[in-house]
T-cell receptor
Framework: DTGVSQDPRHKITKRGQNVTFRCDPISEHNRLYWYRQTLGQGPEFLTY????????KSRLLSDRFSAERPKGSFSTLEIQRTEQGDSAMYLCASSLISRTSSYGYTFGSGTRLTVV | RKEVEQDPGPFNVPEGATVAFNCTYSNSASQSFFWYRQDCRKEPKLLMSVYSSGNEDGRFTAQLNRASQYISLLIRDSKLSDSATYLC???????????FGGGTRLMVKP
C-alpha cells in the first residue's frame, strides 16, 4: 500500500465516549498532519508531527483532543468526552520535508465521525 | 475575517462552458498556493500549484496576483466530470500546514 491509510473509515459513537483514530502515513514521509473538515467547510489544520516530535498543537480544538506519533510512524488522534459538535471528517496527510523542499503532500481517505 | 476566502457557489454551468473561480488570502507573507479538488465524501486531491507567472494544465489555468493577494482558477470546456468542490489552499509558514478556503462547488450539467 503506497498511500495514506486511515482507520476506521466511519465511527458512530455516543456523546461522552472517547474515540481514537489511526493514521498510517506513506512510509518514507517524515511529516504527518491532522485536519478536521465539517460539512460545507474546507479542512481545518489541527496538529502535525515531524518524525515523532509534535511541532504544532496550538490549533487542537480543545484539551479533549490529543495526538501521538510514538515511534515516528503511525499516529493516533484521540477525542475524549465526545460532543455532537465533534461530528466531522478527520483527515490525515503526510509529506516528505527536506532542508530545501517538500514532496508528495498526500491525504488519506479520512475517518468520518458521527456523535449521537 | 477568514485567512482564505472563496465564493461557496454553487456554480451551475452547462457542458463546454468556461468558468472561473476566485480566492483571496489575508497573509501577505504567504509562500505557496494551490488548488485542490474534492469530490463528495472523498479526500482533497491536488489539482495544481499556482505560480506568480501563471500556469496551465490542459483545460485548467491558475493565476496568482501577490499584490492583490488573489488567486484564480479558470476551467475551459467544462466536462461533467469536473463537477466537484474546488478548494483554494495557501501555505503561510515553514510548518507547511495547508490553510484551506471554504471551497467553491461546481456543478456541470449536460
Amino acid at each position: 500500500d503506497t498511500g495514506v491509510s486511515q482507520d476506521p473509515r466511519h465511527k458512530i459513537t455516543k456523546r461522552g465516549q472517547n474515540v481514537t483514530f489511526r493514521c498510517d502515513p506513506i512510509s518514507e514521509h517524515n511529516r504527518l498532519y491532522w485536519y478536521r473538515q465539517t460539512l460545507g467547510q474546507g479542512p481545518e489544520f489541527l496538529t502535525y508531527f515531524q518524525n515523532e516530535a509534535q511541532l504544532e498543537k496550538s490549533r487542537l480544538l480543545s484539551d479533549r483532543f490529543s495526538a501521538e506519533r510514538p515511534k515516528g510512524s503511525f499516529s493516533t488522534l484521540e477525542i475524549q468526552r465526545t460532543e455532537q459538535g465533534d461530528s466531522a471528517m478527520y483527515l490525515c496527510a503526510s509529506s516528505l520535508i527536506s532542508r530545501t523542499s517538500s514532496y508528495g503532500y498526500t491525504f488519506g481517505s479520512g475517518t468520518r465521525l458521527t456523535v449521537v | 475575517r477568514k485567512e482564505v476566502e472563496q465564493d461557496p457557489g454553487p456554480f451551475n454551468v452547462p457542458e463546454g462552458a468556461t468558468v472561473a473561480f476566485n480566492c483571496t488570502y489575508s497573509n501577505s507573507a504567504s509562500q505557496s498556493f494551490f488548488w485542490y479538488r474534492q469530490d463528495c465524501r472523498k479526500e482533497p486531491k491536488l489539482l495544481m500549484s499556482v505560480y506568480s507567472s501563471g500556469n496551465e494544465d490542459g483545460r485548467f489555468t491558475a493565476q496568482l496576483n501577490r499584490a492583490s493577494q488573489y488567486i484564480s482558477l479558470l476551467i475551459r470546456d467544462s466536462k461533467l466530470s469536473d463537477s466537484a468542490t474546488y478548494l483554494c489552499v495557501v501555505i503561510f509558514n515553514a510548518g507547511n500546514m495547508l490553510t484551506f478556503g471554504g471551497g467553491t462547488r461546481l456543478m456541470v450539467k449536460p
